[in-house]
């Protein structure tokens, strides 16, 4: 199984929106090469450089190229094309959390939504640390076989979060608490 992980902690994108939330945005280059299909797809940890407070959505962008597979139809003995599909998926403990990427023209850009379902939340996500898996799967054919399967090559990927991070004050206030705190230590009596 070959696995590649390492932690990234580049932030591109800091923009307030208009609902007070903030978009962060970080390159996972972990994710970048010729993807396999489950188990030996591809894992990169990735660090926000923040907590969240409130996450509203998470999002995930690829780049990159693909060569369709061909399957045989064993009615008929024709073949077609078999076109690849990307599966995304992060584990929220509870639940789940995934999207599926279809490329359907090459070269691609899809960037799409992260699901969250059967009870997950973004709460996994709030102290902006996880791990994120790739793999390459071709949809479950009916009276097919594959001959040749489908092949991507993922040039970019970037994730990112629109959620509510913790003003700075908030981080000074923090600060100043812990410095009381310890000062009042110092001072009581023993």
């Known amino acids: 199984m070959a696995k590649v992980v390492a932690v990234i902690t580049l932030v591109v994108l800091n923009i307030p929106s208009i ?11 972990e994710l970048v090469g010729e993807l396999k299909p489950y188990p030996d797809g591809s894992i990169a940890v990735f660090e926000f450089g923040t907590s969240f407070l409130h996450i509203d959505q998470v999002r995930i962008q690829m780049k990159g190229t693909f060569t369709p597979g061909v399957a045989r139809s064993l009615k008929s003995g024709n073949l077609f094309e078999v076109l690849p599909g990307i599966e995304v998926y992060m584990d ?25 379902r059967y009870g997950a939340t973004w709460d996994f996500l709030l102290d902006g640390t996880h791990e994120v898996n790739a793999n390459l799967y071709t949809s479950p054919l009916i009276g097919a076989v594959i001959v040749t399967p489908p092949t991507v090559q993922i040039s970019e990927v970037y994730m990112t979060i629109e959620g509510v991070v913790p003003e700075p004050t908030t981080f000074l206030f923090l600060f100043i608490g812990i410095l009381g705190v310890q000062a009042k230590d110092r001072n009581k009596v023993r």
């Open 92 to 116: 929220p403990g509870l639940g789940s959390c995934s999207t599926d990427l279809n490329p359907q023209q090459d070269p691609f850009n899809i960037e799409k939504a992260f699901n969250l």
């Open 19 to 29: 609902a007070g939330a903030t978009l962060l945005k970080i390159e996972l280059p």
